[in-house]
Each structure stands twice: as C-alpha cells, then as structure tokens.
C-alpha cells in the first residue's frame, strides 16, 4: 500500500478517537482559562506540546509549588513515550535524525492506530492518525477557551464517557490473542492498583511492564 | 515569564521522550525477544489508559454513570454499531442515568 493510502488510513480509523480528543481539548480550554493562562499560552502549549496528559498535570500542578516540579511531574506522566519511541523505532525509515523527527507523531491513539499486530507498524498511517488528532486537540483548546463550558455540565451530558469509550472500542479491535488479552488484563491490573499508593502518570508507565509477557516462550504471534 | 518557560520545558522534554529511542538506537533492529514484547505494547498501555481514566488517583475519580456508559458504547461496538455511534449511546445512557 502506497504512503498516501496508509495516510488516508490512519486518518479515517482515527476520526473516531480525533472526536473525543475534540472533547478532551474543549475540557483544556475551558480548565486553562479557570485558571487565568490567557489566550497564547493555553493554544502554544496545545499546538507543541499535544499532550493531554502533561497539559492537564501542568495546569493543576503549576500554582501549587515550584514551577519545576510542576514540569518534572507533566514530564514524567508522558514517560510512557520513551518505551513506546522504542518499540516504533524498527518501523522508522532513514537516518537517526530523520527516525527521531518521525517519531514526533506519536500520541498514544497514533501509536495503537498504526500497530499492524507483531510489533510492527506503519508510518503512514500513524502520521495519518496523528493529523485529526493534534488538529482536534488544538481546535477543542481554542473552543473551550472561547466558550469555557462548565465542567459539571459536560459532565451530565454524558461526555466524560467519550474519552474511555474510545479507548476500549480501540483495545477490543487491538486484542486478537489470547496472550494480549492476558496482558492486557495484567496491564490494567498494574496500573489499577498502583494508581491507590501512587500518581497516574507512574501507573500508567508500570502498566507497560505487562508486555514483558511476550518473553514467554509459547509464541502464537511471531513479529518479523 | 514563569507560565511560558515551564510549557517550552514541558513540550520540548515530550518531544526529547519520544526522540529518544530512535536517536539511540538509529536503524539497529531491537532483538527478537524485545520485538515480542513490543508487540503486546498497544493493548497494555490501552488496559492502563482506561484503569487510569475511570479510576483516577487513588480511584476517587470512579464514577458508576461513566463506567456503564464505556460498558454500554463496548457493547453498542459488539453489537455491530460504527465506533463513533457505539460511543453516542454510551455517553446518552450516562447523561440518562445521571438525570433520573
């Protein structure tokens, strides 16, 4: 398949998770101005820093102390993208350069958006799934900071829902073994109870630690 | 001054993150056994998103209304409904049960 299809690919399988990350983003906006960000700052953050995670830790961490720890924090909730640069490095084309420049388009929906199952992905299509997501998060920020709708409303509108309904609508499509399902089973597990003694952010990297499952010997899925 | 140099941080040690391993590893192959493990990657780190997004720190974010309307969109999608579809009707039967 040539790179404009796998493109167009991984944009329409990810207009599905681009619509909650819409709503997510919206959630930013309208948090960003709560706490008097301005204008730029909220958008400039959503445009180069496209990480909901880090933004929202951010943003509830920075006027309780010092601005450093606030950073260290958003920096290490996104820890998790130091395993997953590694594990979509075999699939990056050209020098190091070229590899670290491609793997900017990964945000967690690109990254399950591209997997083609053993270990593989494709760059097309994670560049494809990346585009309406960065586009919808940078839109969401700009919409919540104009209309800043309050959280408790959006709540009753059942749009908290959107976010992890996405994500499990993606893992029941992602899941063909039963050894994924195992680990993801162990994965959620892990971060389920380390979120009771510690932060999101270190849960969410521990999770990864169920994919050592793949060490065991019995392989139904070989990666080439 | 402090708003703006704390988000420049932030967004540059993200990018910095996910050029890691491709500025360390270039075109080397990962070996066949943490190939293996790369490839259970996406469900496991997809598990967590959802536990830590339900749940939230120390699960005081749990909330029933939201956990039935993700269950509901899971079944909507097994029950053939388009993705986005699946996840109207979990959000319109969290806003249902938030409003009785």
Redesign the interface.
């Known amino acids: 398949m040539s790179f404009r299809a796998d493109f167009a690919h991984g944009a329409r399988d990810a207009?599905?998770p681009a619509?909650?990350t819409l709503v997510l983003g919206i959630s930013f906006g309208a948090a960003a101005a709560g706490a008097d960000?301005g204008f730029a700052?909220p958008l400039?953050?959503s445009a180069?820093?496209?990480?909901g995670s880090?933004?929202f830790t951010?943003l509830t961490t920075?006027h309780t102390g010092s601005?450093l720890a606030?950073?260290a924090s958003?920096?290490l909730i996104?820890?998790?993208?130091?395993?997953?640069?590694?594990?979509?490095?075999?699939s990056?084309q050209g020098?190091?350069?070229r590899?670290?420049?491609?793997?900017?388009a990964?945000v967690?929906a690109s990254?399950?958006v591209a997997?083609r199952?053993?270990?593989r992905f494709d760059i097309g299509r994670l560049f494809g799934a990346t585009v309406p997501q960065w586009s919808c998060w940078l839109l969401g920020t700009l919409l919540g900071l104009l209309a800043r709708p309050d959280a408790a409303l959006m709540?009753?509108?059942?749009?908290?829902?959107?976010?992890?309904?996405?994500?499990?609508?993606?893992?029941?499509e992602?899941?063909k073994s039963s050894?994924?399902?195992i680990?993801?089973?162990?994965?959620?597990c892990?971060?389920?109870a380390l979120?009771?003694v510690t932060?999101?952010g270190y849960?969410?990297l521990a999770?990864?630690a169920?994919?050592?499952?793949?060490?065991l010997s019995d392989?139904e899925?070989?990666?080439t | 001054m402090r708003l703006w140099l704390s988000i420049l941080a932030v967004s540059a040690a993200n990018a910095l993150l996910k050029a890691t391993g491709p500025l360390v590893l270039g075109d080397r192959r990962l070996p066949f056994a943490a190939r293996r493990v790369v490839a259970l990657m996406a469900p496991v780190l997809l598990a967590g998103l959802i536990v830590v997004e339900l749940a939230g720190p120390d699960w005081h974010d749990l909330d029933g209304a939201q956990v039935l309307g993700v269950g509901v969109a899971g079944l909507s999608w097994w029950a053939r409904a388009p993705m986005l579809v699946a996840v109207l009707v979990g959000a319109v039967a969290a806003a249902t049960v938030r409003a009785l």
């Open positions: 207009i599905g619509a909650a960000w700052a400039a953050f180069l820093g496209f990480s880090a933004q951010l920075l601005a606030a950073v958003a920096v996104n820890a998790r993208y130091l395993v997953m640069g590694l594990a979509l490095n075999d990056l020098s190091r350069g590899r670290a420049l491609q793997a900017q990964l967690d990254f399950v997997h199952g053993g270990g709540q009753r509108l059942g749009l908290d829902v959107v976010f992890p309904a996405f994500f499990v609508l993606l893992i029941l992602e899941i050894r994924a399902a680990a993801a089973l162990c994965g959620g892990i971060s389920g979120l009771l932060e999101p849960a969410l999770a990864t169920a994919a050592l499952l793949g060490l392989v899925e070989e990666p």
